[in-house]
């Protein structure tokens, strides 16, 4: 009976991810007019995409360490409780923020691209800091030691050693991110006000506005096959300057 069940629920879940292929069949056969997003869309989308996913991990890496290292389960657990409160509340919480920054500084962030990196970093910092804690946490002193030991510097011992042993944690943390990104629809249309303009947000539009649900699917068909072949060459490009 659980096998028949397991069975069951595997099928379903595999025909829903197939179902929006569905719509290529559409078109081939000349149902209707394919809305493809503009290129500077898709370059906006994964320029964000790899801001926020490498701006996560520089700021996530150094608390990831120190946690790692000497950190508490209270320090732990004040800086993943962000992953309890919803993206649109964060959203709006930095809209708050954002305008107290303008009014002391002048620096108008709601609208800009520069608002809605500094979101998309809020939302999916504890995400970097879960999967480079883990990779930090495991790594050995015994190397370390020995590369202490040898005459190596902390600095040095950390950047030859620890850092590259890392590798694995850094390389997962930014693919996680990355993905999630592609798709994030909160907060550009929040924070962006719909100035600045997403894959997400494109796909969102073609949905629930244009209720163009063919389009949609090819569109959302054509952002995952983009994001497997960004995420194939990222990793290819950082395992290449790990040691």
């Known amino acids: 009976m659980i096998r028949e069940v397991?069975?069951?629920?595997?099928?379903?879940?595999?025909?829903l991810f197939?179902?929006?292929f569905l719509a290529l069949g559409y078109y081939i056969a000349g149902g209707g007019e394919l809305r493809l997003p503009s290129?500077?869309?898709?370059?906006?989308?994964?320029?964000?995409a790899a801001l926020t996913a490498a701006v996560s991990i520089a700021v996530a890496y150094p608390a990831a360490y120190y946690l790692a290292k000497r950190g508490s389960e209270l320090e732990f657990a004040l800086l993943?409780?962000?992953?309890?409160?919803?993206?649109?509340?964060?959203?709006?919480?930095?809209?708050?923020?954002?305008?107290i920054v303008e009014r002391f500084t002048g620096v108008a962030l709601w609208g800009s691209a520069l608002g809605v990196l500094v979101g998309?970093?809020?939302?999916?910092?504890?995400?970097a800091l879960l999967t480079l804690?883990?990779?930090?946490?495991?790594?050995?002193?015994?190397?370390?030691?020995?590369?202490r030991v040898l005459g190596a510097g902390r600095l040095q011992a950390f950047l030859r050693v620890e850092l590259p042993l890392t590798m694995p944690g850094i390389v997962a943390a930014f693919i996680l991110i990355f993905l999630f990104a592609m798709g994030e629809v909160i907060m550009p249309a929040v924070l962006g006000a719909w100035k600045v303009y997403t894959f997400g947000s494109y796909?969102?539009?073609?949905?629930f506005k244009a209720r163009d649900i063919f389009s949609g699917s090819v569109v959302s068909?054509?952002?995952t096959g983009l994001s497997l072949l960004a995420t194939y060459v990222v990793v290819r490009t950082i395992r290449s300057f790990s040691i």
């Open 80 to 99: 993943i409780a962000p992953l309890w409160v919803g993206t649109l509340l964060k959203a709006y919480s930095l809209l708050v923020l954002f305008a």
């Open 18 to 20: 197939y179902v929006p």
């Open 39 to 48: 290129p500077s869309l898709v370059l906006t989308t994964f320029g964000l």
């Open 6 to 15: 397991a069975l069951a629920a595997f099928a379903s879940v595999l025909l």
């Open 221 to 223: 068909i054509l952002l």
């Open 120 to 127: 998309m970093v809020y939302e999916y910092l504890p995400y």
């Open 133 to 147: 804690y883990a990779a930090v946490e495991k790594v050995s002193e015994t190397p370390v030691n020995a590369a």
């Open 203 to 207: 796909v969102w539009d073609l949905y």
